[in-house]
């Protein structure tokens, strides 16, 4: 290793986290309109385990070293960049390669850390913010006195969610798969256990059969049903991922009709550059006070080092973990 070049974590094949390998690289070249991050930690997402099993195609250009969410210090900056300047703590949403000792990330997708967060609370925000505020504040639209079910509560997406809901003034509900996840998150939302619990007699129950105004999905196809008959009027069913299935074989045409229903969802990686900075400028105006007064950060569930990449896709893989995994590089 040299002053010019850098360590980072290439997938050698699709497969399983033996295929994840470290190779030595030339150091990334800021351009126009980029920071070039010396990375001291980084976030570990669901997208980067589909990643590594090949079922997240990469877009035409984009690099294929994975690792969407970075957090470190500022060491060079492209021309026309002007909110950061060399030596500013920052996180940022990557277009990809954030598995490295350094990454470059467009400057509208970079945001200053509080003083008071430290570099692995801040590699835990990008991808997981990023995603909840697009698709909870800014599609679905969710404002304070409405009601939000989480599938998934106790992931990474799922603890930011209800995080936010807290703080901004929305009730929530939330499913996750065990008794432990219940009690890890029961300070931010009523937790059913879907294994156990029937969530929609759960929720219906405690709302008098109101139901709830937004629904943010991970699992897809299996809930598609009481997932609708749920919704109030007006009700948005948001899809983030769809972990139990893809293809739903029959739709409830009617009730979508007659609440006024709309179902949609998105995917960050697909995100113009141009939406990936309204995003951030949300999140600053929005969300940024809240972390400076010590709400919404982020919950991290385990740390490894830059040297245990394949323990921490294990740890991911298992689906146990309650919030983030981050990696620490230095």
Known sequence: MTQNTMQQVIITEPGG??????????????????????????????P????????????????????????GEVIAIGANVSKFTVGDKVCGLTNGGGYAEYCVVPESQTITIPENMSFVQAAAIPETFFTVWA??????????????????GASGIGTTALMLCKSLGLKS?????????????????????????????VINEKTNNEGVDIIL??????????????????GRLVYIAFLGGAKAKDVKLGQIMMKRLTITGSTMRARTTVEKAEIAQDLMENVAPLWAKGECLPMIYKTFKFDQIQDAHAAMDTGNHIGKIVVEVI
């Open 17 to 46: 986290i033996e295929k994840l390998a470290y190779e030595t690289v030339d150091i990334p070249t800021v351009q126009a309109g980029e920071v070039l991050v010396k990375v001291h930690a980084f976030g570990i997402n669901r």
């Open 48 to 71: 980067d385990i589909l990643q590594r099993q090949g079922l997240y195609p990469m877009p035409k250009g984009v690099t294929p070293v994975p690792g969407l969410e970075v957090a």
């Open 135 to 152: 698709n909870v504040f800014q599609m679905a639209n969710a404002k304070a006195g409405e009601t939000l079910l989480v599938h998934g």
């Open 173 to 201: 509900f939330a499913t996750v798969g065990s008794d432990e996840k219940v009690q890890a998150i029961s300070h931010l939302t009523t937790t059913i256990n879907y294994k156990t619990e029937n969530f929609e007699q």
């Open 217 to 234: 999905d991970m699992v897809g196809a299996p809930y598609l049903d009481q997932n609708l008959n749920l919704l109030r009027r007006d």
